[in-house]
């Protein structure tokens, strides 16, 4: 990962340059719920536990990964899209471009 | 609906309101294709056509909607999310929470 | 449609064709609302109503068309997958292969 | 897990008596792969990965976890669905109360 490319911050704190800096601890406590429950999920299957229980644990996880993803995307808009809008011009046009494709596959995944 | 809550901008051009002011003749007719499937639809039903037909076409309808839905989001985001972020301050913030609410809606729907 | 291919019961009772027989109406009922919404919402982007709000209208909209097909899922898993199992042979196996693309299309749509 | 409660099989195999046994090193497979997934996204977030690169890994998290569950709905329907189609009766119309909500659940989620 070179620093540069994505530098698009006046500042040199490292921890600046992604939208969800605010929230990283947030953000990677929930992943590692979500592990957990697709760790739980293989104990499952191998239990022989009921479809429809699986079925229940898979989308809870599904929607841990969905939670996550909207408070990414939520940081994102706050962060690097605001930053980008009073920047202007192509990189602006370019940000919600790339965000709005973002949305697009989480909507249709 | 009362034009003066909702003028966050500088112009006194009524088309400019909105986001999707400049995609409005495509929205439009997006939406009447989804009625016609919707009313395509009744008319299946009506004539007892095979489940999984009905389910296909249901499928189709709602997929129309879901491109309605990110023409608008990406017109919000690039002209009202990004107006504010120019503006700054808690504007900028409530904009943001309103798209990421309305994200989370279409995610989950 | 030819009735025949579609004629997997025993009955000449034109309308035990279909899964949904026993809830024509209220599908139909909630087609009728879909459509209304989906009218609505060309009204609210002719008179430039806020993004945020034709959003939200557009997943009220989608979810209603949701709600469609679930039900008409569930009718087709109550009798027309349930009467193939009961024959049993290649016609069950084509109905849950049927059935599961169909639900692989909604999740994904 | 008391294996009287789930024993709606006329076997003593134990692997039966789930809809999936014949699918269980491919689901679990697919676990795995999905757990990678997971852990790969935490050391993004760790690593300060932009936004939007996390953001297409968790779609793609989110998607593999659907085809596990895609694949124990079809299972389920398969086999636990069909035999309770094939008995009748009163478990034959729980079993598709059951499976429908479950599709609901995940259509939603």
Excluded at 58 to 65: D, K, M
Excluded at 76 to 95: F, M, T
């Amino acid at each position: 990962m070179d620093g540069t490319t994505q530098d698009h911050s006046t500042t040199h704190d490292h921890s600046a340059h992604v939208g969800y800096s605010g929230d990283k601890e947030l953000i990677i406590k929930r992943l590692k719920r979500a592990e957990g429950q697709v760790r739980g999920l293989q104990r499952m299957v191998e239990e022989d536990t009921y479809c429809i229980d699986v079925l229940t644990q898979v989308s809870a996880a599904t929607r841990a990964l969905e939670t996550v993803a909207l408070q990414l995307l939520d940081d994102h808009l706050a962060h690097c899209v605001a930053e980008a809008a009073r920047q202007g011009g192509d990189i602006a046009d370019q940000k919600v471009k790339e965000a709005s494709a973002a949305i697009a596959r989480l909507v249709r995944s």
